[in-house]
Antibody, heavy 117, light 110 residues
Framework: EVQLVESGGGLVQPGGSLRLSCAASGFTFSSHGMHWVRQAPGKGLEYVSGINRDGVSTFYASSVKGRFTISRDNSKNTVYLQMGSLIPEDTAVYYC??????????WGQGTLVTVSS | QSALTQPPSASGSPGQSVTISCTGTSSDVGGYNYVSWYQQHPGKAPKLMIYEVTKRPSGVPDRFSGSKSGNTASLTVSGLQAEDEADYYCSSYAGSKTWVFGGGTKLTVL
């Protein structure tokens, strides 16, 4: 059974940093690209970042480019999202999702990030 | 990257069909056959319902179908059931290795 479990969310002050993790199981992790998608409270989905199977190619939404960094450790079956220079608008539930030919076929349960003083 | 345009709400009675539209541009929906649709129930993670415009993942009922014409993609739910009541989001590849989502449509089963 495919499982994606996010962790690392919490309350952080504006300008602060946070690292999210997503532990994968139930499939060959190194065979799939991975994505982060967020959802602000009461709002819609927003694409954040993606990484290909071997971690060589990464991509970012313009709203987070230069502030967030995605990475992966295939030996640990884990994808990360390092978030910096956080602003209140980054407050959201962050989902990690598995790539399946430019769609997300499995999603984690999400982790809440709150940016507030 | 501008969000794709979806109607905020849609509704239908049990057994009826409803279609949700998703309008983009030639740089996203119209330019690629990588449109997907997601169903999200309150407090839950999104679930993939349609990918590559028309394909259904295993386990998704064939009551759900997708199509595209020009810059507009559509999701049709036939034979509406109570459990179909949820938020639906479209998504498209938008070039430069990034994606764009629609604003979401709240489907109500009357």
């Amino acid at each position: 059974e495919v499982q994606l479990v996010e962790s690392g969310g919490g309350l952080v002050q504006p300008g602060g940093s946070l690292r999210l993790s997503c532990a994968a199981s139930g499939f060959t992790f190194s065979s799939h690209g991975m994505h982060w998608v967020r959802q602000a409270p009461g709002k819609g989905l927003e694409y954040v970042s993606g990484i290909n199977r071997d971690g060589v190619s990464t991509f970012y939404a313009s709203s987070v480019k230069g502030r967030f960094t995605i990475s992966r450790d295939n030996s640990k079956n884990t994808v990360y999202l390092q978030m910096g220079s956080l602003i209140p608008e980054d407050t959201a539930v962050y989902y990690c999702a598995r790539d399946a030919d430019w769609a997300c076929d499995y999603w984690g349960q999400g982790t809440l990030v709150t940016v507030s003083s | 990257q501008s969000a794709l345009t979806q109607p905020p709400s849609a509704s239908g009675s049990p057994g009826q069909s409803v279609t949700i539209s998703c309008t983009g541009t030639s740089s996203d929906v119209g330019g690629y056959n990588y449109v997907s649709w997601y169903q999200q129930h309150p407090g839950k993670a999104p679930k993939l319902m349609i990918y590559e415009v028309t394909k259904r993942p295993s386990g998704v009922p064939d009551r759900f179908s997708g199509s595209k014409s020009g810059n507009t993609a559509s999701l049709t739910v036939s034979g509406l059931q109570a459990e179909d009541e949820a938020d639906y989001y479209c998504s498209s590849y938008a070039g430069s290795k990034t994606w764009v989502f629609g604003g979401g449509t709240k489907l109500t089963v009357l």
